[in-house]
């Protein structure tokens, strides 16, 4: 095995590597890095027969070996960071709906070490769970080697480019959180205006303490009614996003 088939093999495994460390599931913070580097291994031996025969053979100086690593560990960035996306999506539509429910300081940090919401953390305890029934490892596989049709080994993404797609992409998981959260939204604003017409027609009851234990009802009863919706809705995304990483997130 010469110098240059050595690189390309050690660029692809940066770039696999680099999109395994953010899938979700095995990217996960509480997963130990050699369980990630050993998903990121069986990952670039899948995809790296596939791509070496149709790459073209590199200059092995120092220079060129640091340029190549840099660009494939870039593309890889970019690729993990488009499907990380949608765990941020449901992090954010959770801690919205527990904010919404008044929920928001119950337990929490099971799935991160950082304090979660309880409906965050069961949203996204859920989606990778889903994500993973669905044949994630698949999926990825065959993302990683149609990417090399986008973003060709050893070249670099268009700065401009990767800024638009981040901004517009930053967005639309904004949009698509709020939507998922939506429902949570509507049912908070009916209870505090329902809580403030009935404190207007009767000062002397103290609302708070029956509007607490009905909100957090209503709020549990009503995600037990959404999430399907929720999970499929996140699931449409989550494909979309598999099967083209460079488009912006489409909700």
Do not use: C
């Not at 990417?147 to 080994?153: G, R, T």
């Amino acid at each position: 095995m010469t110098g240059s088939t050595i690189l390309i093999w050690f660029g692809i495994f940066t770039r696999v590597a680099a999109v395994a460390f953010l899938l979700p599931g095995i990217g996960e913070k509480g997963v130990p890095t050699r369980i990630k580097l050993g998903g990121a291994l069986a990952l670039s031996a899948i995809v790296a027969p596939m791509i070496v025969p149709q790459v073209a053979p590199v200059l092995t100086t120092p220079a060129e070996t640091f340029r190549v690593i840099g660009a494939e560990v870039m593309a890889g960035l970019f690729i993990g960071v488009s499907i990380r996306l949608l765990i941020f999506v449901i992090q954010i539509a959770g801690t919205v709906a527990a904010q919404s429910l008044a929920v928001a300081q119950m337990f929490g940090g099971v799935a991160t070490p950082e304090p979660e919401p309880i409906i965050a953390t069961f949203l996204t305890l859920a989606v990778i769970a889903l994500a993973l029934a669905a044949g994630l490892h698949v999926k990825v596989a065959l993302a990683l080697t149609a990417s090399y049709d986008i973003a060709p080994f050893g070249l670099a993404l268009p700065a401009a480019d990767v800024g638009n797609w981040a901004a517009q992409s930053g967005r639309a998981a904004i949009d698509m959180a709020i939507g998922l959260a939506l429902p949570f939204l509507v049912l908070s604003f009916i209870y505090n205006l329902s809580l403030g017409a009935i404190n207007r027609a009767m000062p002397q009851l103290m609302v708070a303490f029956i509007g607490a234990p009905a909100i957090t009802g209503m709020g549990i009863g009503l995600l037990l009614i959404v999430t399907p919706v929720i999970l499929n809705a996140w699931l449409d995304a989550f494909d979309s996003v598999i099967a083209d990483p460079f488009e912006v997130l489409r909700r």
